[in-house]
Every structure is written in C-alpha cells, then in structure tokens.
C-alpha cells in the first residue's frame, strides 16, 4: 500500500508540474484620446470610449466601449486618471485584460498618463 501511495503521488506531482499555467491575455493600448466616460447604474458602471476604433484583443463580443471592473481596488485613482486626461485632452494608455460579464467588454486594468516610453507589464 505504502508503495502505491508512493507512485500515486510521484505521479500526481508530475502531472501538476507539466500542468500548463494560465496565460495573462491583454495588450497596452498606448497615447490614446479620451472621446468620453460613463458612470452609472446601468450594465458596466464605469465606461471609457475610446476615439476612433478600440481595439479587442480579448475577443470580447462588445468592444466599442472599455470597462472598468467596479471590485477594483485601484478604480478610484484609473478612474481620476482617466477623468484628468480627458479633461484636459491629453493621450492616456491604458492596459486591456479580459471581458467585463455585464456587456462583454474589454476590462481596463491599468491607465497611464505622461510618457510611455520604457513601460512594460
């Protein structure tokens, strides 16, 4: 018994070892312009139109918008940024990960204002 256990495990090991690790989707969208934002209750609470066309590289059925997950811990200050950006009309990369599950649209993830050169994720 001790024996099979033994290979069960070693087996077992082996297989979570070669199991292959999620893979982190998503893309910078680098020195884009603010057309508007969206808050409120209806589908995704926090929006971002993009001017001109927003890429989709999730693949999300939606993607004339951009969503900002509401559990967020950092939606506060994505969003301050991306408020100061549009305001005074300057460009804004943002980083795109996944669907949102209301309308099925490309979540924001980071934002990024001033100079982008060098930035990586």
Known sequence: M?????????????????????SFAGTWLWDQRIQYLYAGEAGARYAV??????????????????????????????????????????PVSIFLSGCEAVNNLPVITDVTLGTTAGITH
């Not at 001790?2 to 999620?22: D, E, G, H, T």
């Not at 059925?61 to 967020?72: E, K």
């Open 49 to 90: 139109r993009l001017v001109g066309t927003t890429p989709n590289p999730g693949s999300c059925g939606a993607s004339f918008d951009l969503a900002i997950d509401p559990n967020n811990t950092k939606l506060k200050a994505m969003w301050a940024m991306l408020l100061s950006a549009y305001l005074a009309d300057k």
């Open 2 to 22: 001790k024996l099979f256990c033994r290979i069960y495990f070693v087996l077992l090991s082996w297989i979570v070892m070669a199991w292959p690790a999620p």
